[in-house]
Nanobody, 123 residues
Framework: VQLQASGGGLVQAGGSLRLSCTASGRTFSSYVMGWFRQGPGKEREFVAA????????YYVDSVKGRFVMSRDNAKKTVYMQMNSLKPEDTAVYYC?????????????????WGQGTQVTVSS
């Protein structure tokens, strides 16, 4: 599976962005998909994940109520709608695919990674 993330950019605090991650390969619908981010000088951290069916999602506390992850298996794409953005959301955002059976929050549980897209939130 190859993953291509897009949609990052520069936005003012309080603004919105929608990230997309499109996959190649025939088995996209069988993967749990996740988003991680790595801010300047910080470790990579889990942000959100979605089950293969899209029926269940999980978010880190800092983005709950602001970010919404979804997927369209027909388009082999996952999305993350990011609202009410804050300067602390500034990071490179990575999408990832896990072949495990359920939601995964640890980086080592993911088998494939995209190249990352930069999100910068100005105050």
């Amino acid at each position: 599976v190859q993953l291509q993330a897009s949609g990052g950019g520069l936005v003012q605090a309080g603004g919105s962005l929608r990230l997309s991650c499109t996959a190649s390969g025939r088995t996209f619908s069988s993967y749990v998909m996740g988003w991680f981010r790595q801010g300047p000088g910080k470790e990579r951290e889990f942000v959100a994940a979605i089950t293969w069916s899209g029926g269940s999602t999980y978010y880190v506390d800092s983005v709950k109520g602001r970010f919404v992850m979804s997927r369209d298996n027909a388009k082999k794409t996952v999305y993350m709608q990011m609202n009410s953005l804050k300067p602390e959301d500034t990071a490179v955002y990575y999408c990832a695919a896990s072949g495990g059976p359920s939601i995964a929050t640890m980086a080592h549980e993911y088998d494939y990674w995209g190249q990352g897209t930069q999100v910068t939130v100005s105050s």
